[in-house]
């Protein structure tokens, strides 16, 4: 990697092997639960993650790796899905008579931001006064390279040792006991859970530029030594969501995490980092050349942990800082 400065943006693409997971379904039917399925442009249909699924690991991996929770609202404190919505900060705007009206949404954005890591990252939606923020990490569909995945449903049944006993007085369940009997059927049942294995195209971009960022007047109402704390633990987050997924049914189902390759195309200055879907066979490539078209950096990493030695390196870097003339 290149010698320190900026860090404006970063996009990761990369292809995971995750074998006999199910981070996440559609939904359950009965007693059979069913996995993602997605379909491509050319009409194949495939399995898939979607990206709130990924986005709900990496803002959990952020509130866990803080150590100090003070650096989050209440809401967040509690990892409570409404953020600044539920901010007595943020809401008492609406009621405060010394704010002026046309001035609430900017205020209310200000205190957000200020008191929360996790509503300036992940953003938010505020119904009154009406702001929202959107996030500065962005996670596309996890989506299973066609021909590399396969599905499997599997049949469990849960039993009920007490389901053997008798009532009261050792007579065996019959019509005069039928609250027995209703225990025993409640108790014991079957169910169908799917297993999913496969490599995986995943994308990611993220924007350090717009940390502490007030975007109803474009300017930084974070001070640069907490924008950098910020997007360290951002990025140490991104380490922890592709080394230990956490997702549907990891208690009976966690992934066995088989490989990660893929680039990391970095951006100094102001131009977005480009994503190539990793669906393409050629896709680290396309992206090297893109990345060298463009003038931009790209880091190639081939496991897991190359992966992280990479986004270490980018925390020695300065989120880049909008520069807007002065009034």
Sequence with gaps: MAENGSLFELGIMARATWNLHSLNNEGTVGNVSEPRTVMLANGDKTD???GEMLKHIHSYFMWMLESDKSHFCQACQNMHPQKADENPLVTGVQTDREISADKKPKVAMEKA???CTLCDLHGFLVQRPTISRSSTLEFGWVIGIPGNTH?????HARHWMGGREVPEGGEEV???APERVARKVAAQMIYHRPTRSGIYAVISVFQPWRIGLNEMDYHYVVGKNERKRRCELALEAYKATFAHPEGAMDT???PHIENFEGAIIISKTNFP???????????AEKARNLAEKMELEIVSFTNIEQFCDAITELKELQPWTLQMPTS
């Design 252 to 254: 009976t189902r966690l």
């Design 174 to 176: 019959t019509e005069e």
């Design 151 to 155: 599905r499997d449903i599997h049949m």
């Design 48 to 50: 898939g993650i979607s």
């Design 273 to 283: 980092a480009p994503v190539l879907s990793p669906l393409q066979d050629d896709y």
């Design 113 to 115: 931001i200020v008191s």
